[in-house]
DNA sequence: ACCTGAACACCGTTCAAGT
DNA sequence: ACCTGAACACCGTTCAAGT
């Protein structure tokens, strides 16, 4: 009878990975990643915390597993019937759109490089410069630089999500970033303060899409010398 | 004469922001990120954990000065006389350097996005940018592009110093994850495995610089259309 | 003004004990 | 095999008390 209540509480389902990995999504979206704690955890699936450590070894491998399992589900974009650079695009939107919607992976996927989430991406961007034409010798120069670049826009999204909270308007931090670039030294930031307008009314959207554009013309000038 | 005791332990110099920040980055070298610990640091400094929080708000914030300390010292490079070109190569390799002499700055530029640090790179690559001669409009994308993949690849090598260890041979490193690669499902991950041999043998500085020429070829291809 | 160090409120992780 | 939850060894941070 014990058992039976234990099991009503929980829902009837028996802990697993995948449920352990399931809360820790939901964990780490609603409270970031300050959020993700054993015991908060724990709490959650109605156990005690050294019960997930029966279905998974780490707090890093968790947070591995929740990454994978978010950029896993974007990956499945079809890009059937698209052009090459078309393909790019929507991948690269996809990883962005992820971040956006999870900033914590933004974080992570920074810091687990060759594991499967990156992986993963690689493989898919690799298809398309392969069937942009790219030859063999530039395929992997040309592919890392279209992951490096999704990463490092993920990372400072990832942080702006995080340091201005989750309810923060975009347009209101730009103007907050934009406001401070332009107070600063006319001297020594020269450059960022006469930018610093056009900050200001910009879709994060289109700039990193423009960025991907950049990447896209340099490999395919290499293709077709002038 | 108790006073006299304790200056003469800690080599007479009182305690100070700068020397704070001095043995902060003294300890993440020697022992990682996970070796910066306000405990650690008192012991290194003869007090107590208290002391550092009159000069210091945040760990975090002893984690951004540390960072901005040491890429503050690579933005010194001289750029007087050299192309744009080189100039962004010459900038871009300072902070990649950076990061391999101090793997923790990798990961933080990346969760600190428009703070001081990686707004000097930003600045620094924006001069450049503008005297290769890109239009007002398109300066902020071009800019930007360069950072992110920098930031991006500077991420992924922090991850690879970290965890593979610092004392890790980069030769040993590639011919890991070339091995895992080759390893993977030929369908799954076929791009994968067709450039896991190019891995093999690979500089990584002569891959990240021909990433930002890709880069550097798509702003200058906008300006010289054929 | 600046430093001390005990104390507070947390962590991740382990492990004997249970079912 | 799987779960429990107390316990261990740490953290960052605070704060009354000292000089």
Same mark, same amino acid.
């Given at each position: 009878?014990?058992?039976?209540?234990?099991? #009503?509480?929980?829902?009837?389902?028996?802990? @697993?990975?995948?449920?352990?990995?399931?809360? #820790?999504? %939901?964990?780490?979206?609603?409270?970031?990643?300050?959020?993700?704690?054993?015991?908060?955890?724990?709490?959650?699936?109605?156990?005690?915390?050294?019960?997930?450590?029966?279905?998974?070894?780490?707090?890093?491998?968790?947070? @591995?597993?929740?990454?994978?399992?978010?950029?896993?589900?974007?990956?499945?974009?079809?890009?059937?019937?698209?052009?090459? +650079?078309?393909?790019?695009?929507?991948?690269?939107?996809?990883?962005?759109?992820?971040?956006?919607?999870?900033?914590?992976?933004?974080?992570?996927? #920074?810091?687990?490089?060759?594991? @499967?989430?990156?992986?993963?991406?690689?493989?898919? !961007?690799?298809? +398309?410069?392969?069937?942009? %034409?790219?030859?063999?010798?530039?395929?992997?120069?040309?592919? @890392?630089?279209?992951? &490096?670049?999704?990463?490092?826009?993920?990372? +400072? &999204?990832?942080?702006?999500?995080?340091?201005?909270?989750?309810?923060? &308007?975009?347009?209101?931090?730009?103007?907050?970033?934009?406001?401070?670039?332009?107070? !600063?030294?006319?001297?020594?930031?020269?450059?960022?303060?006469?930018?610093?307008?056009?900050?200001?009314?910009?879709?994060?959207?289109?700039?990193?899409?423009?960025?991907?554009?950049?990447?896209?013309?340099?490999?395919? #000038?290499?293709? &077709?010398?002038?």
């Amino acid at each position: 009878m014990v058992t039976g209540e234990r099991r #009503a509480r929980r829902r009837g389902e028996p802990l @697993s990975r995948e449920r352990i990995v399931e809360a #820790a999504i %939901g964990l780490l979206d609603s409270a970031g990643e300050g959020g993700l704690t054993f015991r908060a955890l724990a709490e959650r699936l109605v156990t005690g915390p050294g019960a997930i450590y029966w279905h998974v070894t780490d707090k890093d491998e968790l947070l @591995s597993a929740a990454t994978d399992a978010v950029v896993a589900s974007t990956m499945t974009t079809d890009t059937a019937g698209a052009t090459p +650079q078309e393909a790019v695009r929507a991948l690269a939107l996809g990883v962005f759109d992820a971040i956006d919607a999870h900033p914590w992976i933004g974080t992570h996927l #920074a810091r687990d490089p060759w594991r @499967s989430p990156v992986l993963r991406v690689f493989e898919h !961007l690799g298809r +398309q410069v392969r069937a942009l %034409g790219v030859p063999d010798t530039d395929l992997f120069t040309a592919a @890392s630089a279209l992951l &490096n670049y999704i990463l490092g826009v993920g990372g +400072q &999204n990832a942080a702006d999500g995080r340091g201005y909270g989750p309810d923060a &308007n975009r347009t209101e931090i730009l103007t907050t970033v934009s406001d401070a670039w332009e107070a !600063l030294d006319p001297e020594e930031y020269a450059f960022t303060r006469a930018v610093a307008g056009q900050l200001r009314d910009h879709d994060d959207r289109v700039e990193f899409l423009a960025g991907i554009d950049l990447i896209l013309t340099g490999i395919t #000038a290499r293709l &077709n010398p002038a």
